[in-house]
Nanobody
Framework: VQLVESGGGLVQAGGSLRLSCVASGRTFSSYAMGWFRQAPGKEREFVAGISWNSVTTYSAGSVKGRFTISRDSAKNSVYLQMNSLKPEDTAVYYC???????????????WGQGTQVTVSS
């Protein structure tokens, strides 16, 4: 599975961005998907995850109520809608795929190259 993110950029605090991740490979629909982020000088952290059938989603407390993860298996894509952005959301955001939903919160079997999100105050 290969993952390619897009949609990052520079936005003012309070604004919105939608990240996209397109996956190649016929088994995409069987993978749990997630978004992670890494800010300068910090470790990579889990942001949100979604099960293979979209039934279950989970978001980290720091983004709950502001970020929404979704997927479209027909388009081999997973999305992260980010609203009410804050300067502390500034980071490189990574898309990840994992063979089980229970594992996606800890990391991915496959990773994208990342997309930069910068939120100005």
């Amino acid at each position: 599975v290969q993952l390619v993110e897009s949609g990052g950029g520079l936005v003012q605090a309070g604004g919105s961005l939608r990240l996209s991740c397109v996956a190649s490979g016929r088994t995409f629909s069987s993978y749990a998907m997630g978004w992670f982020r890494q800010a300068p000088g910090k470790e990579r952290e889990f942001v949100a995850g979604i099960s293979w059938n979209s039934v279950t989603t989970y978001s980290a407390g720091s983004v709950k109520g502001r970020f929404t993860i979704s997927r479209d298996s027909a388009k081999n894509s997973v999305y992260l809608q980010m609203n009410s952005l804050k300067p502390e959301d500034t980071a490189v955001y990574y898309c990840a795929a994992h063979r089980s939903y229970s594992g996606i919160q800890t990391g991915g079997d496959y990773w994208g190259q990342g997309t930069q999100v910068t939120v100005s105050s």
